[in-house]
């Protein structure tokens, strides 16, 4: 087997640029259980943005907004609204990762740089995939700040109860008709991925609506990208309204692993999080297409949680609804128990749920 040309340690960090990062990260404290780490801005001598930088197990999520009137950050919000702009990973060598990526057609961003403090250094470099958002290889061998040089350490005054939120399972993008497999080719020659897993207008359409998805994974599995394209059907696809309403290209959700989803969704619902609500009809026969499960089918009823299973196991699985105005991106929580794919048997009855929000907004 050839070597990987880009080995991934895994997910470094996910930033949203936002319009309003100090309010974001009460949400994300609050409502998922996230502590503050980090902060940057002008206390710290950063005078053009203010990052919050959020951590709960091997999670992290930075929240960036802009200071200034005109400025690549207050663009993004404009155009996008909040979303995410990095998907950063985390290697061994971020310099080589820019070139073998680089040298195989990936536009860069911004070139491999050294940022240093009384902590160490970080090598960082960035390249960019669909829509404008980048990935930013975060080389942090040498480093032992709360964050990034240039952040400092931060803590909150609030009460944080962290929810069992383990580590990111998987990020989805959305891209326009007819670029799926272009995107899909750009991981495999540029990065190096494979592609695990495909889905189309059979697997996953309804009545009104259809979208087709291919997963691609880096060598040791670490990163899962999905990559979803409207497709024809009686109606506005949902990856047609996000489309619409982020402008470009864009992370759809983000999915992030639990050991307890049970106590996890408790959680989140209890602190108003809200989630896509599939029909009581559902359980009715889920026992009959995933066999026995360890969970109460009570319980996950209560909390509207739904069940899948492949050859290798089963998964628990819910959806929030969109943590923005703009109908865009959104959350996975996801309690895998062997199954090591992406819940197909729950497409159907997703995205019918996600239609009638769809109409619910007058976007069907
Ligand atoms: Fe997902």
Redesign the pocket.
């Known amino acids: 087997m050839a070597e990987d040309f880009l080995p991934l340690n895994g997910t470094d960090y996910i930033e949203f640029y936002v319009g309003n990062a100090k309010q974001a990260a009460v949400f994300y404290q609050y409502a998922f259980g996230f502590e503050l780490v980090a902060y940057a801005g002008p206390e710290t001598g950063v005078r053009d943005r203010a990052s919050y930088v959020l951590k709960q197990n091997k999670i992290r999520l930075v929240l960036t907004t802009s200071l200034v009137k005109d400025s690549e950050i207050s663009e993004h919000v404009k155009k996008h609204g909040d979303g995410v702009k990095v998907l950063a990973l985390w290697v061994d060598d971020a310099a080589k990762s820019f070139y073998e990526t680089t040298s195989r057609g990936a536009e860069p961003a911004s070139k491999p740089q050294t940022l240093k403090d009384e902590f160490g250094e970080v090598v960082v470099a960035s390249i960019k995939t669909y829509g404008e958002t980048l990935h930013t290889f975060v080389e942090r061998k040498n480093y032992k700040g709360a964050f990034l040089p240039g952040y400092r350490a931060a803590k909150s005054n609030m009460q944080i109860e962290p929810i069992g939120l383990k580590y990111i399972?998987?990020c989805?993008g959305n891209v326009e008709l007819g670029k799926m497999n272009q995107w899909v080719k750009f991981y495999e020659d540029v990065m190096g991925f494979k592609l695990l897993v495909t889905f189309d207008d059979e697997d996953i359409s309804t009545e009104y609506s259809a979208l087709m998805s291919k997963v691609v994974s880096n060598g040791n599995g670490y990163i899962k990208f999905?990559i979803n394209e409207p497709a024809q059907g009686k109606k506005k696809s949902q990856i047609e309204e996000y489309l619409d309403f982020y402008h470009s290209a864009g992370v759809q959700?983000i999915?992030i692993a639990t050991d307890d989803i049970i106590h996890t969704v408790g959680e989140l619902r209890k602190r108003g999080v809200e989630f896509l609500k599939v029909p009581d009809v559902y359980y009715d026969d889920v026992t009959d297409r995933v066999g026995k499960i360890n969970e109460s089918l009570e319980e996950l009823r209560k909390l509207n949680i739904l069940i899948d299973r492949d050859e290798e196991g089963y998964l628990l699985?819910i959806?929030t609804k969109p943590v923005q105005d703009r109908p865009t991106v959104f959350f996975?929580i996801?309690e895998r128990n062997g199954a090591k794919s992406?819940?197909k048997g729950n497409f159907k009855a997703l995205f019918e749920s996600i239609e009638r929000e769809q109409a619910l907004r007058g976007n069907l």
């Open positions: 399972d998987h989805v999905p959700h999915a699985q959806f996975e996801i992406f819940g």
